[in-house]
């Protein structure tokens, strides 16, 4: 168990709708990341937030935005979804910046139909 | 920009056979660190090991390994006396950018099939 919590597991949604990822990271981490990962694309990194903050933006299509809350959970919000959209979509956090090591949660399988 | 290439898309043994799996980088930092995640089928990934760049002494965990040859580039994990346990998708990483904290690039993975 690495301690990073993500809901809902299982997401099964229609094109065009719009659903939220929700990731607590593990006690005491500042640092949420997201990644998704597809069976053409691997894994990606979308977004870091740190305290609160946007740090690092990757490969995220302007459809998703997140956000991280003053009690450091963050929440992904994927809007007007299309069958591509489908994926895992994982959060992971860090303590200690520079390191690399990072902690994922069990991911969230989003299903577009 | 940094790139990680993993060629072995999917690699079969037998319970008790070694595999290793390749992993070239390619990076402009002269400094960096490099991992393996392991993706078992339940889903979740789950860190192995971090090198620095700094340290080409390989290493050693159990009935895993790893060779990390700064010549070549390459940081590849072998599993001695494989196990059925071990069958998962293995990543090699790499960060981003130097000084990007933690954010990885991750090579494709490869498939590690264990048979029984």
């Known amino acids: 168990d690495s301690g990073v919590t993500q809901t809902p597991k299982h997401l099964i949604t229609a094109t065009g709708q719009r659903v939220t990822l929700r990731c607590s990271p593990r006690?005491?981490?500042?640092?949420v990341y997201w990644y998704q990962q597809s069976l053409d694309q691997g894994l990606q990194f979308l977004i870091q937030?740190?305290?609160?903050?946007?740090?690092a933006k990757g490969n995220i299509l302007e459809r998703f935005s997140a956000q991280q809350f003053p009690d450091l959970h963050s929440e992904l919000n994927l809007s007007s979804l299309e069958l591509g959209d489908s994926a895992l979509y994982f959060c992971?956090?860090?303590?200690?910046?520079?390191?690399?090591?990072?902690?994922f949660g069990e991911g969230s399988r989003l299903t577009v139909l | 920009a940094q790139k990680v290439t993993q060629a072995q898309t999917e690699i079969s043994v037998v319970e008790k056979e070694d595999v290793t799996l390749d992993c070239v980088y390619e990076?402009?930092?002269?400094?960096?660190?490099l991992f393996w995640y392991k993706q078992p089928p339940s889903g979740e990934l789950v860190f192995l090991i971090r090198?620095?760049?700094?340290?080409?002494q390989n290493e050693i965990s159990g009935r895993y390994s790893w060779n990390f040859q700064k010549s070549t580039s390459s940081f590849n994990f072998t599993i001695t006396a494989s196990q059925v346990v071990d069958s998962a998708v293995y990543f090699c990483?790499?960060?981003?950018?130097?000084?990007?904290?933690?954010?990885?690039?991750f090579g494709g993975g490869t498939r590690v099939l264990v048979k029984p």
């Open positions: 992971a956090s860090s303590g200690l910046v520079g390191t690399g090591e990072l902690f």
């Open positions: 006690s005491g981490d500042l640092s």
């Open positions: 937030y740190y305290n609160g903050e946007e740090r």
């Open positions: 990076t402009r930092d002269t400094t960096y660190y």
């Open positions: 090198r620095n760049s700094f340290d080409e």
């Open positions: 990483a790499l960060p981003l950018i130097k000084a990007a904290g933690n954010k990885l690039t």
